[in-house]
């Protein structure tokens, strides 16, 4: 069935429910309104058949809140004074444990994956992964627990078109956006002076030296793909062959300086490279502190990422995780996150809400937050969405396989 | 006579690789006093000590920085301590199982930390035991056992039996020889293997993030605030640390001059 | 019964660290080298199939960087013997009673998390910053002269960071030596080299193998250093070992690798022994 995934949406008919909900609307509302949603890409990957409506309607039947709620997050992902918690906690009665011990996909992971292998819970309630590799691995091998949707009003409510039913986990069976952020182009302007449009200019030989890649496989994989011309979602074997060639050559010509994880914000800001492969909120917030740098989606395309809540199997508190989750999506708990997060928020009504809170603030936080709403960064128009493709999402193991291999010989040789 | 440039010399040269140590360590004091205006904390915006004032702000990296003091003096005092014993055994003895423990000894050394790590959570997670403190506390001794034993043992190795046999046959038991005649002319190696094991304790990344569960310790937590910029509490932080070391070290160098 | 007790004193003495060992060390590590011979894929399942192929691919696949890191491991050893002898041997016997202040003073950088020690050395190595920078606008250095994203700050970065397990072990086996000795030796021998030679150096190699076990080693399987300070092409075998376990989740590979890494190093550590004149390895801290 796999082999038949060039048509993602053939493939969602496949396993979706053919009643019109009122998520269907919208996701078709989504489609219709950027040439490019996050709904229409993506291979489907190797997951597992949707799980039935009636065996998710079995495992929540009978479930009750039980005042406890365990929440592991990234560090600087949720407001020092930890407001929209307390509120939550005022207004539910339930208490939150809040927990920053997410630092990077691949290592949470690597460190989750034996315990939950063994059936034991994590400890924690609510998760939060990015839409890569690991998480296709985490539905794959049923790690998580699929969501009762009925009991997410406002996440159906509020959530931008965008981001429902992701191609990375069709019907958010599994999973709702926490935030979203852009890969770019970051450069240092005191030493490219012309402004950066294209792609090609990473792979400029009067940059030599000076340029910086991303080590990860499916950030680096997306850049070649789109330099290429090739859109990632829809890239085969043949065209990673090429672009891993093409990445291997910019390498070779002495072009890449380093293969970054998260430290190439420091070297671009201190102009260690020029410019480099980034993300869109790291920018922002070096141009807040006065940092000669830019940010730009290549003319070609960039990549949009989905950091995503979930809920892990053996969740000890599933509806109360389930509450907070749907608290997150109040328009003005939303905003308050965006404010202190600087990255892109699923919802789309905190603009106007932030434009509102600015008109009523004088000085410099005015200013700063009016530099926010304009942020093509943190509210990007539907001309910036249709240039941002998904991961690549190889669809075996094998080919999984094969596509690491390929572009870590490039990053790790 | 002769020696005497030469010393001098090698005094100075004792104090430039302790200041190169130490260099970076000037950055981090300077950081804790920027007056940044973003998250970001890489480039200087000005004097405050308003980072002072704000140290404990952060509740969560509080709490690591304790879990982090704790970990470290209890592991220290377990690594030193059973460290020692198989380090005298070492140098000291031949028996059975010597060659196993030396491999032993060596293995653990050369074992990758990231390897080190997944296999102890690998035998926590069978084991059912819950992961915190407990089991980082577990794993620190663990990794620091093989540099106590192996400074101990270079001591120990060439000191001079006769002494200890002296005070046995002067009817001195087996503890009291040990600690007035053994433990004192060891103690330079118990000393250096405790700061080794204090240090890497303090340090560790790899091997805790897998066996800490929910627990946060000072590494992990700045390592998890790296993406979104570091916050300066931890420069104060680094900086305190810093500044009750050299206490101590300047305490104990009066110290050791009114003694004289 | 003073007979039965000397006897047993050894087995008494190494029995916690035994225990230790034998749970938190034999086990994992046994459970470890059986995972090493196992083929397939996270998602599709693990078998046992006693197949040596992940070793195979370990050597095939890696050798590259495997020998790359026991370059680096070895010039970085050779760099701290050479910068640590002296500075141990003058901390040994002229540091007086100030010894345990400069051993304190030499380890406190490193009870304040790496993280903070290389993102300071960063921003002092930067390209254009506050090092080279002025260097650069006074033409004293050409405009792309860096050092960060090279070898060398690989391996001065291990250097850096492994220099007190050198140090340590090598004012240990001085400092038992009495100073008069010594300098009964300078007054003895024609040269001071030739004292050097023949009694310090001798009583210090119980050190040296030590300090060279302590750094070599775990330099070689660094993933930090290579990582934070390289820049292409200096990848080393512990980042590899890190990319197969957390990235690709091939346990079996990054076991293999793992164990092949441990073997090499132990043959480097048994030629390394024999050229110090041991006939036994395990035993050479003991000669």
């Not at chain 1, 990422?305 to 509806?319: F, L, R």
């Amino acid at each position: 069935m796999h082999h038949l995934s060039t048509s993602p949406a053939f493939l969602r008919g496949m396993t979706q429910s053919r009643s019109v909900s009122r998520r269907d609307v919208f996701r078709l509302a989504g489609l219709s309104a950027a040439g490019l949603a996050l709904s229409a890409c993506g291979v489907q990957g190797q997951q597992k058949a949707a799980p039935k409506p009636s065996e998710v309607a079995g495992f929540w039947a009978g479930k009750q809140k039980n005042g406890k709620v365990v929440f592991a997050n990234w560090p600087e992902y949720m407001p020092e004074d930890r407001g929209p918690l307390k509120k939550f906690e005022q207004e539910t009665g339930i208490k939150v444990e809040y927990l920053e011990v997410i630092e990077e996909n691949a290592s949470f992971f690597g460190k989750a994956e034996p315990q939950l292998r063994a059936g034991q819970p994590l400890g924690y309630d609510i998760i939060v992964m990015t839409n890569g590799t690991q998480f296709a691995k985490m539905q794959a091998l049923g790690y998580l627990v699929a969501l009762d949707h009925k009991q997410l009003p406002n996440f159906a409510a509020n959530a931008g078109a965008k981001y429902k039913n992701p191609a990375y986990d069709p019907n958010n069976t599994y999973s709702i956006p926490y935030t979203s952020g852009m890969t770019g182009i970051a450069y240092n302007t005191k030493y490219v002076k012309d402004p950066i449009k294209s792609i090609q200019a990473l792979f400029d030989p009067k940059y030599k030296g000076k340029v910086g890649m991303m080590a990860d496989s499916q950030e680096i994989a997306n850049y070649g793909l789109l330099a290429l011309g090739v859109a990632p979602e829809q890239s085969t074997k043949a065209d990673w062959d090429k672009a891993a060639a093409m990445l291997q050559k910019q390498r070779e010509d002495g072009i890449v300086r380093k293969y970054y994880d998260q430290d190439y914000i420091d070297a671009v800001s201190k102009g260690d490279v020029w410019l480099t492969m980034g993300w869109s909120g790291d920018v922002f917030q070096r141009q807040l502190a006065g940092e000669p740098v830019a940010f730009m989606v290549p003319e070609e395309g960039g990549t949009i990422w989905t950091d995503n809540m979930m809920i892990p199997k053996g969740a000890a508190n599933p509806v109360d995780a389930l509450m907070l989750m749907d608290y997150l999506y109040k328009p003005e708990i939303a905003a308050e996150l965006t404010e202190y997060i600087q990255y892109v928020t699923p919802v789309p009504a905190v603009k106007d809400l932030l434009s509102t809170k600015a008109a009523g603030l004088k000085g410099e936080d005015k200013e700063a937050l009016e530099a926010m709403i304009e942020s093509p960064l943190i509210f990007p128009t539907e001309a910036d969405y249709a240039k941002l493709h998904t991961y690549v999402t190889p669809s075996t193991p094998a080919e999984q396989e094969a596509f690491e291999s390929m572009f870590q010989a490039v990053t790790q040789g | 006579m002769r020696g005497r440039l030469g010393d001098r010399l090698l005094h100075v040269y004792t104090w430039l690789i302790i200041a190169w140590l130490t260099a970076p360590i000037a950055v981090m004091i300077l950081f804790g006093f920027n007056d940044k205006q973003s998250k970001s904390n890489t480039s200087w915006q000005g004097f405050t000590l308003r980072w002072y004032g704000e140290l404990f702000a952060d509740g969560s990296l509080t709490g690591a920085l304790v879990n982090s003091l704790q970990i470290a003096v209890i592991s220290t005092i377990l690594t030193t301590v059973i460290g020692t014993l198989l380090g005298l055994a070492l140098g000291r003895y031949r028996f059975r199982g010597k060659g196993a423990s030396n491999f032993l000894v060596f293995a653990a050394i050369s074992t990758p930390e990231l390897v080190m790590g997944a296999s102890l959570l690998s035998l926590f997670v069978s084991g059912n035991t819950p992961r915190g403190l407990l089991t980082i506390t577990i794993a620190h001794v663990l990794f620091s056992l093989s540099f106590v034993v192996v400074t101990v043992r270079a001591r120990v190795v060439g000191l001079d039996p006769s002494l200890e046999e002296a005070a046995r046959d002067l009817g001195a038991g087996t503890w009291t020889t040990f600690r007035l005649v053994t433990l004192p002319a060891i103690m330079p190696a118990v000393f250096a293997g405790a700061l080794l094991a204090f240090a890497l304790s303090i340090d560790d990344y790899v091997v805790t993030s897998f066996v800490n569960g929910s627990t946060l310790t000072f590494p992990l937590w700045i390592i998890g605030s790296v993406k979104v910029g570091i916050p300066p509490q931890v420069n104060v932080m680094g900086t305190l640390i810093f500044g009750i070391g050299v206490a101590i070290a300047v305490g104990n160098a009066i110290a050791s001059r009114r003694r004289t | 019964m003073r007979r039965v007790r000397a006897a047993a004193a050894p087995y008494l003495l190494a029995l916690p660290a035994w225990i230790w060992f034998a749970i938190f060390f034999v086990v994992p590590i046994a459970a470890m080298a059986s995972v090493s011979l196992t083929t397939g894929n996270l998602l599709e399942g693990f078998q046992q199939t006693f197949s040596v192929s992940n070793y195979a691919k370990a050597v095939g696949q890696y050798h590259t960087q495997l020998i790359r890191s026991l370059i680096y491991g070895g010039i970085a050893t050779l760099i701290m013997l050479v910068l640590a002898y002296p500075m141990a041997y003058w901390i040994a016997f002229k540091g007086g009673r100030r010894k345990s202040m400069y051993l304190f003073l030499l380890l406190l950088p490193f009870f304040v998390s790496f993280v903070l020690r290389t993102i300071s050395w960063g921003f002092l190595l930067a390209d254009d910053g506050i090092l080279f920078g002025p260097l650069k606008s006074a033409g004293l250095l050409p405009a792309d002269f860096h050092v960060l994203a090279t070898d060398v700050a690989v391996i001065g970065g291990l250097v850096y960071n492994f220099l007190p397990f050198m140090v340590l072990p090598i004012y240990v086996a001085l400092e038992r030596v009495d100073p008069r000795v010594v300098e009964a030796a300078y007054d003895l021998y024609a040269s001071r080299l030739a004292a050097f030679r023949r009694v310090v150096l001798p009583l210090s190699l119980p050190g040296v193998f030590a300090g060279v076990l302590m750094t070599f080693v775990p330099a070689t399987a660094d993933p930090v250093n290579a990582r934070i300070l390289g820049g292409t092409g200096n990848t080393m075998i512990g980042n590899i070992i890190q990319t197969e376990y957390l990235t690709n989740n091939d346990y079996p590979t990054a076991s293999a690798l793992s164990f092949t890494l441990m073997a090499v190093l132990l043959v480097g550590i048994f030629v390394y022994a024999r050229s110090l004149g041991t006939e036994n390895v395990l035993e050479a801290a003991a000669r």
